[in-house]
């Protein structure tokens, strides 16, 4: 194992990203969010019975109060409801509501295509499918381990 070659790669990697969302931040593709504030309304359209407040807490890389105050926000805005969760009635799910969704789409749209203009200034179609693969098994691996590390899992 080359320790210094996987840290240059990953310093690689995180500067990429981080360069990248500043540029798409700069050029307003979030409209009037923030990229959190994004990313939580784009988890939610990609599941029609919602999720739990935990649930995007895992997926937004925030904590419970992290996650609850930006719930709050997109809630006091109307992006978001709450919805009772049919499986446990102590706990409720978010939803998006129909300005959340709207408010995802147009934003989405400019995302998506600010993202493909900077991934294909400087990448090809088959570059683009290598990173792809490369991060989906980054991605793959982290998710393993985060699942062999939790106490419920059984080993």
Request: with cysteine.
């Amino acid at each position: 194992m080359d320790i210094r070659l996987a840290n240059d790669a990953w310093e690689t990697l995180f500067r990429a990203q981080a360069t990248l969302a500043r540029e798409f931040q700069r050029r307003g593709c979030w409209e009037d969010m923030l990229p959190r504030e994004y990313d939580v309304l784009y988890t939610l359209s990609k599941v029609s019975d919602g999720l739990r407040i935990t649930e995007l807490g895992e997926d937004a890389l925030l904590s419970d109060a992290g996650i609850s105050r930006l719930i709050a926000r997109l809630h006091g805005r109307g992006l978001v409801a709450r919805q009772e969760d049919p499986s446990d009635a102590r706990a409720s799910r978010i939803v998006l509501t129909p300005a959340g969704a709207e408010a995802q789409r147009r934003a989405g749209r400019v995302l998506a295509r600010r993202v493909a203009e900077a991934m294909t200034r400087a990448l090809d179609d088959d570059q683009l499918r290598v990173l792809r693969e490369l991060s989906g098994a980054l991605l793959a691996s982290a998710e393993e381990e985060h699942r062999a590390s939790r106490p419920d899992h059984k080993r």
